[in-house]
């Protein structure tokens, strides 16, 4: 429901405001690669925008569904709505509806991309580097793959767990001792300058939820952060 529900925004919201942004600051839109896209909606909505898209997340069983919503042409699926009842809801989404583009989902470490992965106009993550367990990582990938021009798209709450990431991995968001540490934005700030990045533009607020019933009536809101920057 969370890419392709009735309640899903967030997905979409990202892809929109990337390919606003490009337009905007006159970046070309011909490839662009989301990384942690999950069973694809961004990539879809990217792919009305953008020449090409490349999809790729850690999951086999999220690849098989964005693949299997592009070459079979819908995905169906239920969604719980009276936990208690165990009512369920069902679910489609039909490509055609979409229309999508050009896109392609592949399994993807965000720590190590496909070396086949290269010359993007924009690379995206979503939801994503709080949940790596080594983000600076993907960073230096991310540069890797992307043309001189391009945009480097990351949106983010910033819930760094050690679940996930070790916390001297984190990008801020952390006290050390008496000492106040940098906010995330603030560390995130400093790395990507440091590997030669410029802000493109001023950072965002996006908002997202996460449905727990198919119905809506519990769910979890949520307010990440969307920064932009670019490779000279």
Same mark, same amino acid.
């Given at each position: 429901?969370? $890419?392709?529900?009735?309640?899903?925004?967030?997905?979409?919201?990202?892809? @929109?405001?990337?390919?606003?942004?490009?337009?905007?600051?006159?970046?070309?839109?011909?490839?662009?690669?989301? *990384?942690?896209?999950?069973?694809?909606?961004?990539?879809?909505?990217?792919?009305?925008?953008?020449?090409?898209?490349?999809?790729?997340?850690?999951? $086999?069983?999220?690849?098989?569904?964005?693949?299997?919503?592009?070459?079979?042409?819908?995905? $169906?699926? #239920?969604?719980?709505?009276?936990?208690?009842?165990?009512?369920?809801? &069902? #679910?489609? *989404?039909?490509?055609?509806?979409?229309?999508?583009?050009?896109?392609?989902?592949?399994?993807?470490?965000?720590?190590?991309?496909?070396?086949?992965?290269?010359?993007?106009?924009? *690379?995206?993550?979503?939801?994503? =580097?709080?949940?790596?367990?080594?983000?600076?990582?993907?960073?230096?990938?991310?540069?890797?793959?992307?043309?001189?021009?391009?945009?480097? *798209? =990351?949106?983010? /709450?910033?819930?760094?767990?050690?679940?996930?990431? /070790?916390?001297?991995?984190?990008?801020?968001?952390? @006290?050390?001792?008496?000492?106040?540490?940098?906010?995330?934005?603030?560390?995130?700030?400093? $790395?990507?300058?440091?590997?030669?990045?410029? &802000?493109?533009?001023?950072?965002?607020? =996006?908002?997202?939820? =996460?449905?727990?019933?198919?119905?809506?009536?519990?769910?979890?809101?949520?307010?990440?952060?969307?920064?932009?920057?670019?490779? /000279?």
């Amino acid at each position: 429901d969370f $890419h392709f529900g009735p309640n899903s925004h967030y997905p979409a919201a990202c892809a @929109k405001r990337c390919a606003e942004v490009a337009q905007e600051l006159g970046v070309a839109r011909g490839r662009a690669l989301e *990384v942690g896209g999950g069973p694809g909606r961004a990539a879809v909505e990217l792919s009305r925008a953008y020449g090409h898209v490349d999809s790729g997340d850690y999951s $086999h069983s999220f690849v098989a569904l964005g693949r299997r919503l592009v070459e079979g042409g819908e995905l $169906h699926w #239920r969604s719980l709505v009276d936990r208690t009842a165990g009512t369920m809801a &069902e #679910r489609s *989404v039909r490509a055609a509806d979409l229309h999508v583009g050009s896109v392609a989902f592949q399994h993807m470490d965000a720590h190590a991309l496909p070396a086949d992965c290269q010359g993007y106009d924009l *690379v995206c993550g979503f939801n994503l =580097i709080d949940r790596l367990a080594e983000p600076r990582d993907f960073f230096r990938e991310a540069k890797a793959r992307l043309n001189p021009g391009g945009l480097l *798209v =990351i949106s983010s /709450p910033y819930t760094w767990l050690e679940d996930f990431t /070790p916390k001297d991995k984190w990008l801020g968001g952390f @006290k050390y001792g008496d000492n106040d540490g940098p906010t995330t934005y603030a560390g995130l700030k400093e $790395h990507l300058l440091a590997e030669g990045f410029e &802000e493109a533009l001023a950072p965002e607020d =996006i908002g997202f939820r =996460i449905d727990e019933l198919g119905n809506g009536r519990k769910s979890q809101q949520t307010t990440a952060q969307m920064t932009f920057w670019r490779l /000279p």
